[in-house]
């Protein structure tokens, strides 16, 4: 497999290890999302230090609403961390 196909492979099974561990193996709960930031992204949470910035976190990924995350929502949050971290890159090259 190419380095892109084994990072898209490597997303898949990340979100599958933690929706697998309680209800709707299609699905994050809130406490299975919060499970995989701080275990999969401690880099990255250990800047955030405001649990409710967290729980808005959730409530923003939640596109319809249903109190879970599902993998599109979550390929958003990736989308977007990602998108971020490369313009900060980009820009401490300057």
């Known amino acids: 497999m190419s380095d892109l196909e084994t990072s898209m492979a490597t997303i898949i099974a990340v979100f599958q290890k933690y929706s697998e561990r309680e ?18 992204l401690p880099d990255l949470m250990e800047h955030v230090k405001d649990q409710a910035a967290l729980d808005a976190l959730m409530e923003s990924l939640d596109a ?11 390929m958003t949050f990736v989308s977007v961390v990602t998108v971020c971290c490369h313009e900060f890159f980009e820009h401490e090259d300057e």
């Open 23 to 40: 209800g709707d193996r299609h699905k994050l709960k809130k406490s299975e999302l919060k499970d995989l930031l701080h275990d999969e």
């Open 64 to 74: 319809d609403g249903d109190a879970e995350c599902d993998f599109q929502e979550f």
